[in-house]
């Protein structure tokens, strides 16, 4: 069984478009979080949720945004996509972090978007 | 915020030959997550260390955390081509469940 997955696992459109990257885990974790990797393989936190509830928003442009329809799934729409936008993004989740020091994070396979 | 500088950025390797990352910070950290993203592949999470002067091993892997806690690194003694990935460092604490990510080696193993 497959513990964090997203889909799609590509991701090729159009800028201008508007788009959506589907996450859920199976972990029975709290929390979840999106990243975006760039091609210069940094990784960097968008946001995180707990319980369906935002708890990091790390400045990401307003066109990103993340719906939490249940503590299980964690989406991402992005509108007016950009080329900027052209990343991997993985989904990742964990234990609420409340509890420890700091949880372990475990990664989706990620959605590689290409914009163009 | 919390910053974690990771050198070096590449390494290459001769199958057999020993590689280390190091990962650094300007303040003190509650904590070093180190993880393994293959290649194509996604972070996989390795281990984390909270102790001053902590030492933990995983076969062939050593991880030490620096005894003033700001620095920490992952050693791999006689790499082996499966060894090839980005090994990044992280550290969280500071804010609920954020971790920052150190920039990550990515390390090519010749056989």
């Known amino acids: 069984d497959t513990a964090v997955s997203q889909t799609p696992k590509y991701l090729v459109t159009q800028m201008g478009n508007d788009k959506s990257i589907k996450c859920e885990q199976n972990?029975?974790?709290?929390?979840m979080y999106w990243y975006k990797q760039d091609s210069k393989k940094f990784l960097k936190i968008m946001f995180s949720?707990?319980?369906?509830?935002?708890?990091i928003n790390e400045t990401v442009p307003n066109r990103f945004s993340p719906k939490s329809p249940d503590k299980a799934h964690l989406n991402l729409h992005i509108n007016s996509l950009e080329l900027g936008d052209s990343a991997v993004y993985f989904c990742?989740?964990?234990?609420?972090?409340?509890?420890?020091?700091?949880?372990?994070?475990?990664f989706g396979p990620g959605t590689r978007l290409l914009v163009l | 915020g919390q910053q974690v500088m990771q050198i070096p950025q590449y390494q290459h390797v001769q199958e057999g030959e020993d590689f280390t990352t190091y990962c650094n910070s300007s303040?003190?950290?509650?904590?070093i997550q180190w993880y393994k993203q293959r290649p194509g592949g996604h972070p996989v999470f390795l281990i984390q260390l909270v102790k001053s002067g902590e030492v933990k091993k995983q076969k062939r892997l050593t991880f030490q955390f620096g005894e003033a806690k700001k620095n920490s690194s992952l050693h791999i003694t006689a790499t082996q081509t499966t060894d090839v990935g980005t090994y990044f460092c992280?550290?969280?604490?500071?804010?609920?469940?954020?971790?920052?990510f150190g920039q990550g080696t990515i390390l090519t193993v010749h056989p």
């Open positions: 992280a550290t969280g604490g500071t804010s609920y469940g954020k971790l920052t």
């Open positions: 949720y707990n319980n369906k509830e935002l708890i």
């Open positions: 303040t003190t950290l509650s904590n």
């Open positions: 972990l029975g974790h709290d929390t």
């Open positions: 990742a989740s964990s234990q609420d972090p409340v509890l420890a020091v700091q949880e372990t994070q475990y």
